[in-house]
Structures are given as structure tokens and as C-alpha cells.
């Protein structure tokens, strides 16, 4: 199978963007139905008009956030952060234990797509960065960082290289905590 | 919003599986095009058809595994085993550093279900106990393993109570092998 079976795959340039709540787990712990509900109004009511706003051509629920695949890196972080900052807006004055809050990663690359899913190393990035982004803020990578950042008026931290674990790329990771960003 | 929202949504009854592959994010470091190719075989020849015997009334893809939902405990456990089994099957005489095997999550309770996913506690319950259970076999909650316990040949390890990362309440884990099961 090795080889020649590579060139059936159907690859494509895409960025891909992952978001989802932080503690999801805790705030289902502390009122399943309640945050069930205000997690579908922040997807019906931001989160879906904004990627299809962008463009997203391919987006799937997690569960408690979205795995979406967009056109052009530009198109996937001003998503991310038009959502993220509407966000501080939304939750403004509710309290911080059980205030829903969205951490995103962000890669690129030729992904695996067929018609059920997308797959490939960075789509497995993207998931890993999200883990590691700031409450509120965005994790992308390096290739990530040097498309968009000439076109982003919000400065980008270098957090360096980073090891993820079953992974054996190193991958170089910054952020962008976003205007107005919440406490974690 | 609290209190008399909490009617308005449709729950229904439902035994809750996932499974992934252990450390996918190394096996698509080492090759991501056959990973990704060995993987949707093991989907379409097996997974797909085995949840449809089952009559899984909802499958959704995450990536490298699945989330699906049954109407009893006993569709979802013995779709698990009969997967599981026939993994060891399937996988004979392959390397072991390259080899796809799976690793299972089983709740069951009142789920939270809309047009497009399914919620609540007992669904990140099925996940988290994804990432405990054995590879090649399966994680349940002491409710799944009292419904079909009676009814197993196989038997059912008493993992105790276990407590998990932002989660309230504790979960009584149980473990179940799977004959013929390979070494992680």
C-alpha cells in the first residue's frame, strides 16, 4: 500500500480553525440544560453567521465547538477574532465561573478532505494548539502567524517551539490574546 | 433562564459510544496518507456496517474515531465488542508501531439531541471514559455495566470509583477486555 495509493488522496490547500469552551466539562457539571442553551445561542446567534460570513467550506459540531476548514489563512483569523471579541461583548456581567469562553487553534497546510470529514497532520495541529490557547485567544502556527500578520493590527506573542506529545514535528506556536479578552 | 427553559428541550434515552485511535496523532506523524487510508477502511469495512446492524440512531465522524448513540446498552456494547474483536482479526501479522487499534467509551442516560450532535453530561462522559479505557477494549459507567453485565460472556474489570478533570460527580468505571485483545 506504500506509495502510489498516496496520489488518489484528494488534497487541498486549506486553513483550519478548531474552537471550543473552555471547562466545558465543569459548566456541563454545574447546569447541563443552561449551558447547553447558551452554547447553541452563542453557535446560532455568532458563530455560524461569522464563518459563513468567511466563507468556512466545510464545518463541524464538537460537541461543545467547531472544527471548520477555510479558503485562505486571512479568512480563517478574522473569523476567529470577530468571534472572539463579540464574545467579551456577549458575556459581559456574567459571572466568570459560568461565563462560556472560546479558545481557538489555527493552522494550514494541503489537508485530506472527503465528504464526511477532513484529516492530516494539520488538522491534528490545529486541535493541539487550541489546547494550549489562551481563554479567549487564539494559538496559530508559525505558517499561520507569517500569512496574516502583516494584515492584523493585533500583536502576535511567540511562545517558540513546542513539542506535542504522539507528534513528532515540533511545532513553533503564537498567540493572540484578542482586544478585551476575558480572565480564564 | 433557569427552571421552565430546562422543558423545552428534547431529551431522550440513549446508550452513548466513542471510540478513537490510540495515538493517532503518531501514527499521522509517520505516515499520514496510509494512516489516513487504513483508518477509513477500518470505517467502511467494519465500523460503518457493525453501528447499522446495530441500529445506531445517530453517527457522527471525529476524526479518528467515532461518536454514535443507541437506543439500548446492549446495541452499543455488543456493536463495541464485535468491533473490537474483529480489529485483532484484521490486524494480525501488522507491526504493532503502526497498527490502528481503538479504544472505547460506554455511558447511557438522558441525552440532550438536536439536528446536529448529541450533548450533555453522560455524552463527556462516554469520552472521558474514552481516554481510560484499554486499547483494543472498552471503558463503561457502573449503569451500562449493570444493564449488560447479565449478559456478556465476557468479563467486566471494577476499575472503582474515578474521578475526572472538571467533573462534579465521580464516575464507578468499569473495563472489559475483549478477547484475543493486542498489547497497546
Redesign the interface.
Known amino acids: 500500500?506504500?506509495g502510489p495509493?498516496?496520489q488518489l488522496?484528494e488534497r487541498r490547500w486549506g486553513a483550519v480553525l478548531t474552537a471550543d469552551v473552555v471547562?466545558?466539562?465543569?459548566l456541563?457539571?454545574?447546569n447541563?440544560?443552561?449551558t447547553?442553551?447558551?452554547y447553541?445561542a452563542h453557535r446560532r446567534e455568532l458563530i455560524d453567521p461569522m464563518t459563513a460570513e468567511y466563507r468556512a467550506r466545510f464545518v463541524?459540531?464538537?460537541?461543545d465547538g467547531i472544527?471548520a476548514e477555510f479558503e485562505t489563512a486571512l479568512d480563517a483569523v478574522w473569523c476567529a477574532i470577530q468571534v472572539q471579541q463579540q464574545m467579551v461583548e456577549r458575556c459581559k456581567g456574567e459571572s466568570g465561573d459560568r461565563r462560556i469562553v472560546f479558545r481557538m487553534g489555527l493552522s494550514c497546510g494541503n489537508i485530506?478532505a472527503?465528504k464526511?470529514?477532513?484529516?492530516?497532520?494539520d488538522?491534528?495541529v490545529a486541535?493541539?494548539l487550541q489546547t494550549v490557547a489562551p481563554a479567549g485567544g487564539i494559538a496559530m502556527t508559525d505558517r499561520v502567524a507569517e500569512l496574516v500578520g502583516p494584515s492584523l493590527s493585533l500583536p502576535l506573542e511567540d511562545l517558540g517551539i513546542q513539542k506535542?506529545?504522539?507528534?513528532?514535528?515540533p511545532v513553533r506556536v503564537f498567540q493572540c490574546r484578542v482586544l478585551g479578552e476575558v480572565a480564564s
Not at 23 to 26: I, K, P, T
Not at 60 to 63: A, E, V
Not at 164 to 169: A, E, I, K
Request: with cysteine.
Open positions: 500500500m506504500d495509493t498516496a488522496l471547562e466545558y466539562s465543569r456541563t457539571s454545574l447541563e440544560e443552561q447547553y442553551l447558551r447553541k463541524k459540531s464538537t460537541g472544527l485530506i472527503d464526511e470529514d477532513i484529516y492530516g497532520h488538522v491534528n486541535a493541539r506535542f506529545r504522539n507528534m513528532c514535528l
